[in-house]
């Protein structure tokens, strides 16, 4: 693979489960965290730092952030500057299946509208996974619908604020944006519209079909 190194801004779920599935694609990962110590990484085969995060981070192609992750902004803009693709781990997986996304936002509710809706494609047949905000990262779902060669896969995917701030082209097959009501204004300078504006991204990639 060309042009196949990416960088991990933080290694907790959401990191580990994007490293191991860029690293079952062809990746040359490396991993970035502001934790001094994270024995999980001790072990591992991958690059990494810990403490912060160097200029190391911009020696890849991509940068796929965590999305626990909020101060982020002068990152974003010397990535951009330096023209590498700067993405949220719900956008990295997105690219890399082909089956059917039911994303799900909203300020509340979210968990109990995706368990509902994985439970009824569930129940009809169809072969569903649930992941995202819930608990179980996108990235690892799509890793083993890689690896178990699964098809036709439907995938409900709760998707938090965080998670939308950081998409391109990510454009799930149907969305639902359950409410919107003040909730992390810490993350979004007090600003009630900044945080409705990232809710609505989970349509901007919509077109007229």
Request: some cysteine.
């Amino acid at each position: 693979m060309k042009n196949n190194k990416i960088t991990i801004l933080g290694y907790g779920k959401s990191g580990i489960a994007a490293a191991k599935l860029a690293k079952h694609i062809g990746f040359d990962v490396f991993i970035s965290d502001s934790r001094k110590l994270i024995p999980e990484l001790l072990e591992t085969e991958f690059k990494y730092e810990l403490g912060g995060h160097s200029q190391k981070i911009y020696d890849s192609n991509i940068i796929v952030v965590s999305p626990g992750i909020s101060k982020k902004t002068e990152i974003k803009k010397n990535a951009i500057k330096k023209g590498i693709r700067f993405i949220s781990e719900i956008e990295f997986a997105s690219t890399f299946t082909e089956s059917k996304i039911i994303g799900i936002t909203g300020s509340n509710g979210k968990t109990t509208v995706s368990k509902l809706i994985y439970r009824i494609l569930k129940d009809y047949g169809l072969n569903v996974m649930l992941g995202g905000n819930i608990g179980i990262p996108f990235s690892e779902n799509v890793y083993n619908e890689m690896t178990k060669n699964r098809n036709n896969n439907y995938h409900v995917v709760e998707i938090s604020s965080f998670q939308l701030e950081d998409i391109e082209n990510f454009n799930p097959d149907i969305s639902c944006l359950l409410n919107i009501t003040s909730d992390h204004l810490d993350r979004y300078n007090n600003e009630f519209m900044e945080y409705t504006k990232t809710k609505f991204k989970i349509i901007k990639n919509y077109d007229k079909d």
